[in-house]
Structures are given as C-alpha cells and as structure tokens.
Nanobody, 123 residues
C-alpha cells in the first residue's frame, strides 16, 4: 500500500522560503511525481512535476522560484520554494503516478496523494 506524507509547510512573509518534503512508503518515485496546490473555492492546480528521467516542468507562476527534486534512495520528493508571494498561499499536495510519464499536470492522472501541508504567505 502506497502512502505519501507531506511536511514542511508553515507561515512566512513575502520573499521568504520554505522546503516541502513528501515521504513515501511502498513507492520509490519511479514514475511521474508532482506537487499540486489548492485554495478554497478553486480547483487544484499543478505546480511542478518530475519525471522518471528527472526532467522537470513548472507552472509559469513559479518558474525561477520553485525547484522540484526527488531522492529515490530515500523515497523523498522535495519542493524548494523561494521568493514566496502571497498568491502562493494554499494547501500543497504531493502526488505520484503508478505508471507513465507526467503529461500535462492533470490531477486526474495521479493515483497516489498525500494529505496536504498548508503554506501561508503574508504580505
């Protein structure tokens, strides 16, 4: 049974940094993995993906500020977030696929999800 557990969320001021981690059990990030975020009243949106070959993709709003990485030996997915903005506020979710490549950051393509960690950025 696959389990994903996020940590590292918190409250920071604009311009600050946070490092989110996602620890996996029963899974080795051998397929596409991603970070999504959601705010109340809005759809969950993809933030960043990392594929089996370590190729990465980012939504335009976070390019140059966020970095996704994975440590397959330790079964950890990481999202480094720098120069945070108030619009980055939301619940951040770790997600992973049971097969296949990343495609278009569609939440429906991901079979495994964590419970989320809250990020709050104040101006």
């Amino acid at each position: 049974q696959v389990q994903l557990v996020e940590s590292g969320g918190g409250s920071v001021q604009a311009g600050g940094s946070l490092r989110l981690s996602c620890a996996a059990s029963g899974y080795f990030f051998e397929y596409c993995a991603a970070w999504f975020r959601q705010v109340p009243g809005k759809q969950r949106e993809g933030v960043a993906t990392i594929d089996a070959d370590r190729s990465r993709a980012y939504v335009d709003a976070v390019k140059g500020r966020f970095t996704i990485d994975k440590n397959s030996a330790e079964n950890i997915l990481v999202l480094e977030m720098n120069n945070l903005k108030p619009e980055d506020t939301g619940m951040y979710y770790c997600a992973a696929m049971s097969y296949g490549g990343c495609g278009y950051m569609r939440s429906g393509d991901f079979q495994y999800w964590g419970q989320g960690t809250q990020v709050s950025v104040s101006s």
